[in-house]
């Protein structure tokens, strides 16, 4: 590759998630790196395995120029932990727990040795027998799968990877164990199992008796016999109304996985990593990294050669990362070189369709990704069995199972997240589209930056429709939709993760799962806070159709703010408004709630007592105003008037209108009667600054906002990723 001499130009979000999360520090905390250095790290290492090589110093270069000009970044542990005393350098593990104690405590030690280095596990409890079911060693009962899974989850949380990556983990139960209604509803309580996604593993024989009406077995798994029927069709459902309530449990579609595993003779897929685009063996790990497509378009269209000289130098990368690995433990190192997978991924494909004016959610954009995502497989391939004819295949090659030419990694591709290193890179995640396109952001002293996407600002100032007014207006409609000043075309063109229907993420998902991936990809299905049921099970059921390998639905605040009425309970016993959002159901309260009381003085210094009550989440949901000078008649018009006031402020919380949103309209109200809505708001104003809560998660880290995409919650502000 040909060595490049810019510099390339990293926003502050880039520089400050650098600066908290992947430069090396002193014993002070103060960074001992810069980019470059920390690339010149990263590319010396992962070169270092062809030391003796006549390529060596050509490699060592065009690892770094390829990493430092952000053309293709690695995942975070080896940006993290290449050319250190750690250096674990792989994201994604796969651990066995076999039923038995020593099994499934070995599991534990493994997994927290795993975590901390800074991977994510990924745990079948499918080989455990289910609850009650007998132990002949001790004469006693099994306590099941979710019992131990709450051991894993106690565990995890005692580690903190590196003081870097927080622990992460992937639950699968197969639906034909007979615990899987209990899994199913585990994290409804979503204080429960913090640090783990779950998912169920669906057979095709279970999708056929859902299609045709028809009960399927439940087999316990240390007898394989079968103990019981269900109905599939009310399992479905179950699937379905926990996913619609908060977006878990997730399904991976197993058979579909198996199917394409490209070693069988050494078993078969259980699970995958915490964000479900790696399915692994037991003890596999995996190494990704991922090519920022937005590097690679000009004048319209695709450079197909220098995309390739990256995709050939990528393959080089990652398997020799497999070399230079320093592994948890030696079952894994064992397994991972045996296979020798990787997981070659993009980000910036939103980046690459705005480039080329093709619509994230339209055909044409579809097949412009499945084009590339193509391209990519067959050059991976071909760059792997160039290195295998130098190196040898991964050792498990065997011609018998293995219908393939020998190559060096026994997988090449998938789409994993890149939630902090798409921040490094500027670009959209993964194969997601963009969640917003203007977004505020709040600085010091209450001040707030509009962050602008770089495509949209430099088309609207080249089209001439860019003004600070529309910026503002499209940050707070949270969309380019419907404004008139854009135009339609461009509409189209900067349609977000919310805008696209959740018919053409699945199309997406699906094109790209079939056009050239290996393993699977991470990837959330956006739904409005308004779809219904019957949109998660259209999800689910295009996505094994479209022959996905797993699925994840988000319905827009459905982890924010918890309906506190079963739908049948709900049904005509919540009223609703009809807004851009779609139905907006008010929320019912329980009998008691959480308190905060403020006290404050008045223009005249009379004592007013503000009360906010707040739900279990920290959500407000009802302000009160308490006056010591109730019985004054002069000021019964004041007293009047908070009251009324606070009502509204109430019943406006309760069908979650944003909390900022209601002081804005305060705030519009100084100078008129009394003054009184205006102290109100700055009084909320307080509230807000005290707790950090509005109607959005928070991150614990920056208190920013966390956005539900690639199956993980991430911070913008900060960097902050719930599973990376």
Known sequence: MTKKMSRPKLTRAAETVLERRYYLKDSAGRPLENWETLCRRVADAVADVDRESEEYETLRDSF??????????????????????????????????????????????????????????????SRLRPKNSAVQSTQGVASGPLSFAAVFDAATETIKQGGKRRGANMGVLRVDHPDILDFISAK?????????????????????????????????????KVVETLDAERVFNKIVDLAWHNGEPGVLFIDAANRDNATPQ????????????????????????????????????????????????????????????????????????????????????????????????????RESAARVMRFIRDEAEKASIAVAKVKGPFPAYDPEYNHYPPRRNAALTSIQPTGTVSMIADCASGCEPYYSIVMVK??????????????????????????????????????????????????????????????SHIKMQGTLQRSGVDSSISKTINLPAAATRDDVRFSYELGFKLGCKGLTVYRDGSRDSQVLNTAGEAEGKMSAVVSSQGIVRKKELPDVLSAKRYRLKDANQNTIYLIVCFDDDENPMEVFAKFPFDNRVDLKDKSTMWTTTCRLVSLAL??????????????????????????????LKSFMADTHRGFSSTCPECSGKLVFEEGCEVCYDCGYSKCS
Request: with cysteine.
């Open 64 to 125: 770094f120029n390829m990493i430092y000009h952000l053309d293709f970044l690695p995942n975070s542990p080896c940006l993290m932990n290449a050319g250190t005393d750690l250096g674990q350098l792989s994201a994604c593990f796969v651990l066995p727990i076999e039923d038995s104690m020593d099994g499934i405590f070995t599991s534990i030690r493994n997994g927290a040795l795993v975590h901390k280095t800074g991977g994510g596990t990924g745990y079948s409890f």
């Open 188 to 224: 409804e309580d979503q204080t429960r199992f913090t640090n783990f996604n779950f998912s169920v593993a669906i057979t095709d024989r279970f999708m056929e008796a859902v299609q045709t009406g028809q009960d399927y077995d439940l087999v316990d798994p240390s007898t394989g």
């Open 266 to 365: 050494l078993g078969e897929f259980e699970a995958t990593n915490p964000c479900g685009e790696q399915w692994l063996l037991p003890y596999e790990s995996c190494n990704l990294g991922s090519i920022n497509l937005d590097h690679y378009v000009g004048d319209g269209d695709i450079d197909w050669s220098r995309l390739a000289r990256t995709v050939h130098l990528a393959v080089r990368f990652l398997d020799n990362v497999i070399d230079c690995n320093r592994f948890p433990i030696p079952e894994i190192a064992r397994m991972t070189q045996k296979t020798r997978k990787i997981g070659l991924g993009i980000m910036g494909l939103h980046d690459m369709l705005i480039r080329l004016e093709r619509p994230y959610g339209g055909e044409e954009g």
């Open 442 to 503: 709040n600085v010091m002293d209450g001040d707030k930056l509009l962050m602008i996407n770089k495509h949209f600002e430099r088309v609207a100032r080249r089209e001439g429709f860019y003004s600070e007014e529309l910026m503002k207006k499209v940050a707070d409609g949270g969309t380019v939709i419907g404004h008139r000043e854009i135009p339609l075309h461009w509409q189209e063109i900067f349609c977000t993760a919310q805008d696209i229907t959740p018919e």
């Open 654 to 683: 309760r069908y979650q209108i944003p909390m900022d949103e209601i002081i804005k309209q305060l705030d519009r109200s100084s100078g008129h009667m009394l003054d009184l809505p205006a102290q109100l708001g700055k009084l």
